[in-house]
């Protein structure tokens, strides 16, 4: 069973950094592309960034470029989302996926809260 549990999420005040942790378990992470995807109320899902099955090629959203990094490390199953310059707009549920690429994600993890306060 695969499964994708994200940490790390909070509250934090504008201009603040923060880091998203997502575990994977039950696939072989090294196979797959990840991605964090967002979701504010009210809003449609938002791409926010993307790292290939090795760690080296990544896009990011507009909205995050320049603030955000995605990284991974294959040999502990994990995803990284490192968070700078927060901004009170960045409030949402952060989700990490994994699939073949960031268009096609056929798993994903439960969420996890990012409050930017003003």
């Known amino acids: 069973q695969v499964q994708l549990v994200e940490s790390g999420g909070g509250l934090v005040q504008a201009g603040g950094s923060m880091r998203l942790s997502c575990a994977a378990s039950?696939?072989?992470?090294?196979?797959?592309?990840t991605g964090w995807f967002r979701q504010a109320p009210g809003k449609e899902r938002e791409f926010v960034a993307a790292?290939?099955?090795?760690?080296?090629?990544?896009s990011y959203g507009d909205s995050v470029k320049g603030r955000f990094t995605i990284s991974r490390d294959n040999g502990k199953n994990t995803v990284y989302l490192q968070m700078n310059s927060l901004r009170p707009e960045d409030t949402a549920v952060y989700y990490c996926?994994?699939?073949?690429?960031?268009?096609?994600?056929?798993?994903w993890g439960q969420g996890t809260q990012v409050t930017v306060s003003s």
């Open positions: 790292s290939s099955r090795s760690g080296g090629p990544t």
């Open positions: 996926a994994a699939g073949a690429n960031r268009a096609t994600m056929n798993y």
């Open positions: 039950g696939l072989t992470f090294s196979w797959y592309s």
